[in-house]
């Protein structure tokens, strides 16, 4: 089934899951210990702001996911920096293109001296900017972006936020069927969620989404995703089915990128 291929987008993310996992179960392990502090100065000027740290000697330290791209720069120092993209030795000075969404972890060979390089129309409040424009998990990070995606989709369909939460509460056109696979129940995104009970494999069939025009819990339920791992597939007529994009683990929220959903004339029912 060559429609239910991994996208580009969707294999780095899956990749990058397993590297993220153990750098935060790191930072988590980390915080059991002494903490150390490494001050920042901030300023902003002309749009930029601008956040300079110098990492001690020994020090190992772990990053926040920022919300959107900015600009790396070593200024100098000997670090090795490990992400989803792999480990990198980097001494002396170095420029680099910052990626949103990415967790990192550091540990610093010598004292080494980084500034990082943001755009923002955000007022400047001292000492407050990092928790305004980052998230500690790339979960977080996740479920922001879909939301922030949720609301570009709106746009592009010409959908007003009153006329998607009026359908959300519309259950005009829905069926209950008997849940094997999955459970509705409340989502850490919005309002409630399908989740799977146990694994399912990819290219599997989660449930039916529509049957003879109706919607099931898994066409009311499912929550969007810039990334899903779920995608409704047309059966026949009147018929949809949600699979499965990759192997789901139990509990695992089952989430679909409602752009499909409204190609196939499917209106979303649960806001993300």
């Given at each position: 089934?060559?429609?239910?291929?991994l996208?580009?987008t969707e294999?780095?993310?899956?990749?990058?899951?397993a590297?993220?996992q153990?750098?935060?179960?790191l930072?988590e392990?980390?915080?059991e210990?002494?903490?150390?502090?490494v001050p920042?100065?901030?300023?902003?000027?002309?749009?930029?702001y601008?956040?300079?740290i110098?990492i001690p000697?020994?020090?190992?330290i772990?990053?926040?996911v920022?919300q959107?791209?900015?600009?790396?720069?070593m200024l100098?120092?000997d670090?090795?920096?490990?992400?989803a993209?792999?480990?990198?030795r980097?001494?002396g000075?170095?420029?680099?293109?910052g990626m949103?969404?990415?967790?990192r972890a550091?540990?610093?060979h010598?004292e080494?001296?980084?500034i990082t390089?943001?755009?923002?129309?955000?007022e400047?409040?001292?000492?407050r900017?990092?928790?305004?424009?980052?998230?500690?998990?790339?979960?977080e990070?996740?479920?922001?972006?879909?939301?922030?995606?949720?609301?570009?989709?709106?746009?592009?369909?010409?959908?007003?936020k009153q006329?998607?939460h009026d359908?959300?509460r519309?259950d005009?056109?829905?069926?209950?069927?008997?849940?094997l696979?999955t459970?509705v129940?409340?989502?850490?995104?919005e309002g409630?969620?399908l989740?799977a009970?146990?694994?399912?494999?990819a290219?599997?069939?989660?449930?039916?989404?529509?049957?003879d025009?109706?919607?099931?819990q898994?066409?009311r339920f499912v929550?969007h995703s810039?990334?899903?791992?779920a995608?409704?597939?047309?059966?026949?007529?009147?018929?949809?089915a949600?699979?499965?994009?990759?192997d789901?683990?139990?509990?695992?929220?089952?989430?679909?990128?409602?752009?499909?959903?409204l190609?196939l004339?499917i209106q979303?029912?649960e806001?993300?």
């Amino acid at each position: 089934m060559n429609d239910l291929l991994l996208s580009e987008t969707e294999v780095d993310l899956l990749l990058a899951d397993a590297v993220t996992q153990n750098i935060e179960l790191l930072e988590e392990r980390s915080l059991e210990h002494e903490q150390l502090e490494v001050p920042a100065f901030e300023r902003v000027h002309a749009g930029m702001y601008t956040r300079q740290i110098t990492i001690p000697k020994g020090a190992l330290i772990t990053g926040r996911v920022w919300q959107d791209a900015y600009v790396d720069i070593m200024l100098e120092g000997d670090i090795s920096v490990a992400s989803a993209q792999g480990r990198k030795r980097l001494t002396g000075w170095n420029v680099m293109e910052g990626m949103a969404g990415r967790k990192r972890a550091g540990y610093a060979h010598q004292e080494t001296h980084w500034i990082t390089v943001h755009r923002t129309d955000m007022e400047f409040l001292p000492g407050r900017m990092l928790d305004r424009m980052t998230f500690f998990s790339l979960g977080e990070y996740r479920v922001w972006y879909d939301q922030r995606d949720y609301e570009l989709l709106l746009a592009e369909f010409g959908i007003s936020k009153q006329l998607a939460h009026d359908q959300a509460r519309n259950d005009s056109d829905c069926i209950q069927i008997q849940l094997l696979t999955t459970s509705v129940r409340p989502s850490d995104r919005e309002g409630l969620g399908l989740f799977a009970v146990h694994h399912l494999s990819a290219g599997s069939v989660i449930l039916p989404a529509m049957i003879d025009g109706n919607r099931t819990q898994g066409g009311r339920f499912v929550n969007h995703s810039a990334t899903p791992n779920a995608q409704m597939v047309p059966i026949r007529e009147g018929q949809i089915a949600l699979v499965a994009l990759r192997d789901l683990a139990a509990g695992e929220e089952i989430l679909n990128n409602y752009r499909d959903a409204l190609q196939l004339q499917i209106q979303p029912e649960e806001k993300l």
